[in-house]
């Protein structure tokens, strides 16, 4: 009987022990509450950074599977019948589906915050290393230049006895061999101090494109929620109305046929939807790529005042030997575009188009500092804000076409380079990755992601349009 209760007390105290505390730890919390109110950045304040990022994940898998559902129900919305009342639900869903994204762009901001602080303690630690070892090198050099500086009879000599001689010779043989381990592990350690810089420039390059996406979501948020206060003061009554107005129709159709396919370089400010789709539809006919998509593309990356193209750089690179420069007004801006991989070509690029450098608009670096020190260039060129290396890759296939040297500044060249690289990324079977590859090259963090939607969405959008005003086309 008393081992059956020892029995008894013991399994309990396991459980009070081991299986209650994890489940403390492994609580989940209200995410609903937590991930859309904005709380979960208190809670970081008071949990530690690993189970902060526990947190932004779940946040984030939260927020994706409420993206997807808000984006089901506006498929579903749309197949109704088209009322003032259905209308002013979709607009509604995608305000909250924008607001989910920018939910998602804040914990994913957080969460590279917490990479980069790690790469950075990382580096830290490496130097630290590497100085050591090179202390240890230069030691066991001035040990065998020391012995070096013997001649062999002096060494010979100096030894009582035959042993001792050869018990010499051994150790500057044992010196020559921790020479050779010291600098090879010099050469290791300085090639991962090498590696982990270049993560560190690429995390905050990733945290660069993030504040720059949710730059984009807000002001498209802002725009639908005007579209939507604009439906709001119209009464059932005057929407069905205005549906039936087939003048919108005529009126659209009538400003695409005053519209050419013509060459419209950047100080014209942009172009506007209607030539832009013009531009996409003779890329596609040339790389195969999805016109709307294209044009998604093309919005995504300088879409400015209503119009494709419209913002292609803030700033002036001015010194070639550190890459810094001034922003349109002459102010001094540092990082503009890499002195060691981009200057050169982006110098040969306007050579052959008869350009000033230092007067052609760039994209300025967004002073994202870590601790203090920067990260990451600017540098991007055109409509379709290529830099100047991928340019270089693309330049030759657009002269091909165009039969003239390509300007990444000239709209046209911008939309087909945009054409070309996308075919090569495989959009013709899958355009989300030809999006993400687009933004971030062959790999991306799942954070970035939502950069792949925004653009698979607004192509949506614009293939609609696109059918309208084919079909007032007719």
């Keep these: 009987m008393f081992s059956f209760l020892k029995n008894k007390i013991v399994a309990s105290l396991f459980f009070v022990g081991i299986i209650i505390p994890l489940f403390f730890v492994s609580a989940e919390y209200d995410l609903e509450t937590m991930c859309e109110s904005g709380d979960w950045e208190e809670e970081c304040n008071k949990i530690s950074q690993k189970e902060c990022e526990v947190l932004c994940n779940q946040c984030l898998d939260y927020l994706n599977q409420k993206s997807a559902k808000v984006q089901q129900e506006i498929s579903e919305t749309g197949q109704k019948k088209t009322t003032l009342q259905n209308q002013v639900s979709t607009l509604t869903k995608k305000i909250k589906d924008i607001d989910y994204q920018i939910y998602q762009s804040n914990m994913s901001i957080k969460s590279l915050g917490f990479q980069i602080d790690d790469t950075e303690k990382s580096i830290e630690v490496t130097s630290k290393e590497v100085e050591e070892q090179k202390k240890k090198v230069v030691e066991i050099l001035r040990a065998v230049e ?71 979501k807000k002001q498209e948020s802002a725009q639908i929620k005007q579209e939507r206060e604009y439906y709001l003061n119209l009464t059932e009554k005057e929407y069905q109305a205005k549906l039936q107005e087939k003048s919108d129709l005529d009126k659209q159709a009538a400003e695409i046929s005053k519209r050419m396919f013509e060459l419209i370089g950047v100080k014209e400010g942009g172009i506007e939807f209607g030539e832009a789709v013009e531009i996409a539809k003779q890329v596609e006919k040339i790389t195969g790529v999805r016109a709307a998509f294209l044009l998604a593309i093309i919005h995504q990356e300088s879409y400015n005042n209503g119009k494709f193209g419209g913002n292609v750089g803030q700033c002036y690179v001015t ?63 055109g409509p379709a804000q290529f830099i100047p290396s991928t340019w270089n890759v693309y330049r030759k296939k657009v002269a091909e076409v165009t039969g003239r040297p390509a300007n990444p500044w000239n709209i046209n060249d911008a939309f087909l380079a945009s054409g070309f690289l996308l075919r090569d990324n495989g959009a013709a079977q899958n ?44």
């Design 319 to 381: 010194n070639f030997k550190t890459g810094a420069g001034t922003d349109l007004k002459g102010n001094p801006k540092t990082r503009v575009m890499s002195p060691t991989t981009q200057i050169s070509i982006f110098k040969d690029i306007l050579k052959d188009l008869g350009m000033e450098p230092t007067k052609t608009a760039v994209s300025c670096w967004l002073p994202l500092y870590s601790k203090g020190v920067p990260y990451g260039w600017g540098g991007a060129m």
């Design 431 to 474: 355009e989300f990755r030809a999006a993400m590859m687009y933004f971030s090259g062959a790999s991306w963090t799942k954070q970035e992601e939502f950069y792949g939607r925004s653009v698979v969405a607004k192509a949506a959008s614009f293939q609609k349009d696109i059918e309208v005003l084919e079909q007032a086309k007719n």
């Design 146 to 216: 020391k012995e070096d500086k013997k001649p062999f009879f002096e060494i010979l000599i100096a030894s009582d006895t035959l042993s001792q001689f050869f018990d010499n010779l051994i150790y500057l043989e044992t010196l020559s061999t921790k020479n050779r381990e010291a600098f090879l592990n010099l050469e290791n350690l300085e090639s991962s101090l090498r590696t982990k810089k270049v993560n560190l420039e690429d995390e905050t390059d990733e945290l660069k494109n993030l504040v720059i996406i949710q730059g984009v």
